[in-house]
Each structure stands twice: as C-alpha cells, then as structure tokens.
C-alpha cells in the first residue's frame, strides 16, 4: 500500500477560522475525511475544511491516525489563505 498524505491548511471562510484539508484524490482518504463531522467542500480553495477549534483538531487526528493504512499528516504553518482576499 502507498503512502498517503494529507496536507493542514489554514483558512478564513465566512470570517471564521477553518482547518483545510487538502490532499491527493483517493477514496480511502476522502472515506476517511468525510467521516469527519460537518466537513464542507470550499470550491474557491479546492478542498475540503472544518472548523478551526482544538475539538476538530484533536478529532483530525484520531480519527486518520485511526484507520488502517500508512497515513501522512503534514501540518503547514504558513500563511492564512483568506476567502475574502484574491488570489
């Protein structure tokens, strides 16, 4: 089995704070993400996101360090990519 990563962003969607998930299409992975409660698509950032609390964080990742497989978590502190802002 390969390796899979999926990539933390950070966003501003609706004047509030989102952790963005991003990574390569996959089913596992998107199985895995959509397990996530009230995780929503963003068309402007192609991805999908949830809300940025410590809950949603903490539950990222139980919930894919969880399930079988080789899973990648790579967090990115990098600048905020507002929806609010052209890109």
Not at 46 to 75: C, D, H, Q, V
Request: proline share 6%; aromatic share 10%.
């Amino acid at each position: 089995m390969d390796r899979k990563y999926i990539t933390l962003k950070n966003l501003i969607l609706d004047k509030e704070k989102c952790i963005g998930l991003k990574f390569f299409t996959d089913k596992v992975v998107q199985a895995m993400v959509n397990y996530l409660p009230e995780v929503k698509w963003s068309e402007k950032f192609r991805m999908n996101y949830i809300l940025n609390t410590p809950e949603n964080l903490e539950l990222i990742f139980k919930t894919l360090r969880g399930w079988p497989g080789s899973i990648a978590i790579i967090s990115i502190p990098g600048p905020v990519l507002d929806a609010r802002k052209n890109l």
